[in-house]
């Protein structure tokens, strides 16, 4: 099943222009528009691990619990590691719409920061942030019809986009990542253990580099093993890490010789 990520499920309102960082758009989403909320329901949002990570700390539950009450797994053929996406309720709205608007709305996932901009990657090797952008115009969304004027980086800027994009670097650079794209290459059980465990679980993972010999097996240095057991953001980070090494051979943090 191939969805696009921002893009609600019934209509194709992908603008086929291209834009860089520097390209304008007029846009306002506020409270007094007759469209608000419209947008939050029957839309494909991806979940990256940072979004997990977020949305299951302000909840107060697990990633555990996190995924299995509000999401779904979906295979990308493009990637051929699995994605997580947010389940609609039965009538099709986001679970975390309320009547103010977004319930979550500062740990809101990253394809409802960037709407209605969209995030392209051009196929090559490796990706820094993403490669192009376009808009998703929506028939309901009055935004458009505002005056106020953003750059795509003035847009990313206020979403806090950036800081999206350093926790999933190395991630993203995972899942697009040229070995696993070669004709023929599947990722086996293992890997996709690991691959789930790394990207979306870090409370089972945080108990697997403190509470198995983890850190009898692996080179990490002091300074970094009191970091990421201070601070889950950068325990990602280094799960993240860790999985280039045990998918692609890529490491950070080698294995100590026997
Ligand atoms: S302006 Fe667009 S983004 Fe904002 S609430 Fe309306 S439909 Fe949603
Ligand atoms: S997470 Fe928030 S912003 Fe995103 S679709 Fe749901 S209610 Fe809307």
């Not at 089972?204 to 009191?226: G, I, N, Q």
């Amino acid at each position: 099943m191939e969805e696009e990520a921002g893009k609600h499920q019934d209509k194709n309102p992908i603008e086929p222009v291209r834009m860089t960082l520097d390209s304008k758009f007029r846009f306002s989403c506020n409270k007094g528009l007759e469209c608000f909320r419209s947008c939050c329901g029957k839309i494909t949002v991806f979940l990256t691990p940072y979004d997990v990570l977020r949305i299951k700390n302000r909840l107060g539950i697990t990633s555990a619990e996190f995924l299995s009450l509000y999401t779904r797994i979906v295979d990308l053929k493009k990637t051929k590691l699995p994605f997580f996406l947010l389940n609609m309720t039965e009538d099709g709205r986001c679970p975390f719409v309320g009547e103010d608007g977004c319930n979550i709305y500062t740990d809101r996932p990253l394809v409802c920061r960037y709407y209605p901009i969209g995030l392209g990657f051009l196929k090559g090797d490796g990706i820094e942030g993403g490669d192009f952008y376009f808009t998703i115009r929506e028939p309901f969304c009055k935004g458009f019809e505002e005056e106020r004027e953003w750059s795509v980086q003035t847009w990313r800027e206020s979403q806090e986009i950036d800081r999206y994009d350093l926790m999933n670097k190395d991630w993203f650079d995972i899942v697009l990542n040229k070995k696993l794209r070669a004709a023929g290459v599947e990722p086996d059980e293992k890997s996709q253990r690991l691959y789930m465990l790394g990207s979306f679980d870090m409370d089972s993972f945080r108990k697997f580099v403190f509470e198995s010999r983890f850190l009898d097996l692996y080179d990490v240095d002091r300074a970094t093993v009191e970091m990421i057991r201070d601070d889950e953001a950068e325990l990602l980070r280094f799960a993240h890490k860790w999985l280039k090494g045990v998918l692609f051979g890529e490491y950070t943090y080698p294995r100590k010789e026997a």
